[in-house]
């Protein structure tokens, strides 16, 4: 049985869906029970609870001001989730244990990053973010998160560069190297390096190992030995972007 909910009404309603009955492989409206519900249908609220406990698998858009907390009970709950949330939650300190420890990793991105969503209430966004010609607004840096294994998981990294201590620096304050694209990852490195954010999007765990992170005030997760009391990656006084710590598993390609 598939389950819905909403809460945007009046009064809050959930949906199940027991599958065809009319072989038109379309969900008629007869053929969807609709249920109200006690309370406002907060996915925090108890009889909501009981719902995700009959779930196999959640698919749905949560709230992003609530991403953590609503994360936080998918996990407590040992559920399988498809869910859209914003791509800065990975380095929420957290959701990057989960990411670290492959308990969550991202799905199929959107297109350039940008989601479309109908709003009830279009207008309270800014100028450019609705498009009065589809009704759509349009939210950037968004992601599908999973605990699905998919295919593009398991895709191997095509690396093609050498290691030269001169073209890899080092940090100041971890011992690291430093890589600022995923394409210039060296193919024949063993130890420790820093690499972009957006190498989550490859991650394959078979090939490389999650150590840490280096970003914002969070870096007692990398498990590094730092040479300063700095946050963040620096190399000759600078700060860098944030980094993902990885190494490449033994036996790997």
Known sequence: MDLF???DSEQ????AYDGDCDGNSVPDVDEIGIMTLKGDGDFRSPESIELLKQADIVVTNPPFSLFREYVGQLIEYDKKFIIVGPRSALTYKEMFPLVRDNKLWLGHGFSAGNAY???PNPSDYAKGVYDPK???VKFRNVCWFT???IAKRREEIVLFRTYDPEGYRTYDNYIAINVDRVDEIPSDY??????????LDKHNPDQFEIIGLLAGNIKGLAGIPSATDKDGPYIEGKLKYGRILIRRRENSP
């Not at 809050?12 to 949906?15: E, G, M, Q, R, Y």
């Not at 420790?192 to 190498?199: A, D, K, N």
């Open 12 to 15: 809050a309603i959930w949906l």
């Open 134 to 136: 589809t009704g759509l």
């Open 117 to 119: 969503f109908a709003a």
């Open 190 to 199: 063993t130890g420790v390096m820093g690499v972009p954010i957006t190498f």
């Open 5 to 7: 909910s909403q809460n």
């Open 147 to 149: 605990n699905l294994e």
